[in-house]
Nanobody, 123 residues
Framework: VQLQASGGGLVQPGGSLRLSCAAS????????LGWYRQAPGKQRELVAV???????NYRDSVKGRFTISRENGKKTWYLQMNSLTPEDTSVYYC??????????????????WGQGTQVTVSS
């Protein structure tokens, strides 16, 4: 599975962005999709995941502001980000996993990862 993330950019605090991730190849064994981020000098962290059944999980700091969704067929998924703050500035990565548990773990060796897209929140 190859993944392509897009939609990053520069936005002012309080603004919105929507990230997209497009997958190519067979998604037959994929049952969970996710978004992760890594800021300079910090560890990569889970932002949001969604399972095939629609179960979602968000990190506390983005709850109520970010929404993960997917298209039917799960070839494309999104991260709608509202009320952005400078603390959301990071490189955002999309990933696909065989299970929700693996997605929550976020190990890059156990899933398929796309290249990152930079999100910068600044006035």
């Amino acid at each position: 599975v190859q993944l392509q993330a897009s939609g990053g950019g520069l936005v002012q605090p309080g603004g919105s962005l929507r990230l997209s991730c497009a997958a190519s190849g067979s998604m037959f064994s994929i049952n969970a999709l996710g978004w992760y981020r890594q800021a300079p000098g910090k560890q990569r962290e889970l932002v949001a995941v969604i399972s095939d059944s629609g179960t979602t999980n968000y990190r506390d700091s983005v709850k109520g502001r970010f929404t993960i969704s997917r298209e039917n067929g799960k070839k494309t998924w999104y991260l709608q980000m509202n009320s952005l703050t400078p603390e959301d500035t990071s490189v955002y990565y999309c990933a696909a996993y065989r299970s929700l548990g693996l997605a929550l773990g976020g190990s890059s060796s156990l899933g398929s990862w796309g290249q990152g897209t930079q999100v910068t929140v600044s006035s």
